[in-house]
């Protein structure tokens, strides 16, 4: 596999948002970003829907996700239950802290990075898996048990009606619908040939809006809690999850594109949420930095190990 062709796009892209973001206002990441939300990545849903096998073991990606999710919970949980156990003498993490650490282990950005990632190294045959993954298991588990944790650790209880809302009207979740639909109707060459373009211009636009909001993240004071966090979502969660994919026969393009979901880095959502219920929000945005980082460095380790 040519990592050079891979890694090319996804620097370049991720590093001129990385410089953009220095000099332009806040204002334009924050509008790229709701445009990217509203209008591009439905788009892009729609466009690579139509060439995603969606038969055979398409449905296993959301469980995957969920299994992903509790034992993202449960070792991160336990690893607050034993830090405080081994070291008595040490002052206990403070519950918007605990709040924020589980939540950095719990769901990836599996939409604006994987999604590209996916593509990059599956191709748009196995991007459902991927779509699957995101819409059914990370965006229902941010929005469900995530702001469920935080409401609990931050101390703070919102709207659950507000909060149903906002999934129902993910427009992913929508242009999902409309894509799977969509995908049998029958589109002139030059139609379907516009269609993706506008979609692989969505997915750059998506890495460069990555750089540009790491551009504003300034944060490092929460380094070795983020790094206990990270270890968990980016390594021990995946490699459990590649060997029992292994053990069950699921191989190939199809387990490394589920691993790879599994290990994306903790999602832009975590820290929407941290910043809405007065959790942690050092550790969620270094979490977040870091992990953006590490992933360049794990993808190689993941290609190696459940690539073929």
Sequence with gaps: MNLIAI?????GLVLLGLILGRYLSKVVATRLGQFLFWVGVPISIVAFLRQAD????????????????????????AGIYFRQLLKKDAAPWRQPTQGSFILAAMVGNTGYLGYPITLAIAGTQYFGFALFYDLLGTTLGAYGVGVALAARFGGSVHNYRELAQAILINPSLWSFGFGFAFRRVPLQASAAALLQGLAWTMVALSLVLIGMRLSQLHSWHSLPRASVSLAIKMLLVPLILGSSLSLLGINGATRLVLVLQSAMPPAFATLVIAEAYD?????AVTALAVGTIGILFLLPIWIYLFGN
Excluded: C
């Design 54 to 77: 969606l038969s055979g073991q398409i449905w296993i990606a959301p469980a995957i996700a969920w299994i992903a999710i509790i034992l993202g919970v449960a070792f991160a949980g």
């Design 7 to 11: 890694y090319a796009p996804l620097i």
């Design 279 to 283: 959790l942690d929000r050092d550790l």
